[in-house]
């Protein structure tokens, strides 16, 4: 069932460097969620794994001195969601974190293993698009920060380096701070199915105005996207019904929908325009607006 040849369980960050280093073909598995369902299907066999169980401190969520908020990459959504600091300070990827599965899910899967996953439909990754998210890496070349929206290459693809390591996710305050946002999951099930559509929302307002806003899209595209052009339109202007409307529908104009066998390009567009002005809406609400209906 499992083709499992070896398993590896570092006690530090360098020796598991060291050990990727030196075996290319290791495979690194954190909770383990979609790697055992990958080999229970074939699709990894006689595979050796790296584990990151076992490191100290991959796993904290923190505020540092310059106001970045920092999430090990080893953190499960279970901690995402329980941590008074994400709630306190970064409550959309909260929502996001409890809408992951099923409790058991929550309590194993990983954030860093659902970004490096590389899915289009992961819940945590079009959050972290939204707070400008950047993320930590670790290779024996040093250590090297990017950008979330660099990090995407294509469905199932990330732009992990030989022998690199997720070490964690960084929130910059300018990301977070005075902000308010909603995220939102369309699925065929209620419960513990992917995403059809996945819409995250961050915002700031002013004397009934957008001074900021943030829209990213899951399973719009092959990879989670940011609706620049909405985000464009939206700034400067009233937080009235009508205008959210339209940032809805500048949203679509962003988004690479494509039939499949969950749902049709036009469904998905459908839903962009109406998710986008609900979770705007709702974003609205939360930062002390007016429920414009």
């Known amino acids: 069932m499992y083709d499992i040849v ?29 790697v055992l369902v990958q080999m229970r299907n074939g699709a990894l066999e006689e595979i050796a794994l790296l584990s990151l169980r076992n490191i100290p401190g991959m796993a904290d969520i923190r ?17 995402i969601f329980r941590s ?25 899967a990983t954030i860093g293993g659902n970004i490096c996953n590389g899915a289009v439909s992961a819940d945590s990754a079009t959050t972290l698009f939204a707070y400008n998210a950047e993320l930590k ?11 979330i929206e660099e990090f995407y290459a294509g469905p199932g ?26 995220y939102i999951k369309h699925s065929t099930r209620k419960a513990m199915d992917i995403a059809m559509l996945g819409v995250s929302v961050v915002c700031k ?12 899209l899951g399973v719009a595209a092959p990879v989670p996207i940011r609706c620049r052009e909405a985000e464009a339109y939206a ?10 409307r339209e940032i809805g529908r500048y949203a679509v104009r962003a988004s690479r929908a494509r039939d499949s066998w969950r749902a049709s390009k036009a469904y998905r567009e459908h839903l962009i325009e109406v998710l986008v002005f609900r979770a705007l809406k709702e974003a609205v609400i939360r930062d002390g607006g007016e429920d414009i209906g």
């Open 137 to 147: 890496l670790l290779s024996r070349e040093g250590e090297r920060t990017v950008p």
């Open 6 to 34: 070896g398993i590896e369980s570092p006690d530090t960050l360098e020796a598991a460097i060291e050990m990727l280093s030196n075996n290319p073909n290791l495979k690194i598995i954190a909770g383990g969620t979609d």
């Open 235 to 244: 700034i400067g202007k009233e937080t009235s019904s009508e205008i959210i």
């Open 157 to 182: 693809k990330v732009n992990l380096q030989p022998a690199e390591i997720l070490t964690a996710i960084l929130i910059p305050e300018t990301g977070y701070r005075k902000t308010s946002g909603c």
């Open 84 to 108: 008074s600091i994400i709630n306190e300070h970064l409550p959309v990827l909260s929502e996001a974190a409890v809408s992951v599965g099923g409790p058991q899910i929550r309590n194993m």
């Open 205 to 216: 307002t002013a004397g009934g105005k957008f001074t900021d806003v943030r829209i990213a």
């Open 63 to 79: 505020i540092m001195d310059n106001g970045t908020i920092s999430i090990g990459a080893m953190a499960t959504f279970a901690e």
